[in-house]
């Protein structure tokens, strides 16, 4: 066995190595919903009646990219 390989040290699992991107804030959270409703709306040429259901639906899909972005 080579001496440099009997000299080295274990490797040791640092969680502090490992860290989240930072928290979205509400701001830009805001934003990206409100964006993500306004490309809901055009998808359905506008058509009125369902703002409430664009802007929920667009909650949803902005919290679960964010969330699936922390997890990488």
Avoid: C, Q, T
Avoid at 25 to 52: C, N, Q, T, W
């Amino acid at each position: 066995m080579s001496e440099s390989i009997k000299s080295a040290r274990p490797l040791r699992f640092n969680p502090l190595r490992f860290s989240l991107p930072p928290p979205v804030s509400a701001d830009d959270r805001k934003e990206m919903i409100a964006l993500a409703a306004y490309y809901r709306a055009e998808r359905r040429k506008f058509e009125p009646g369902h703002e409430v259901e664009d802007w929920l639906a667009a909650e949803k899909e902005v919290e679960l990219r964010i969330a699936h972005a922390r997890l990488r």
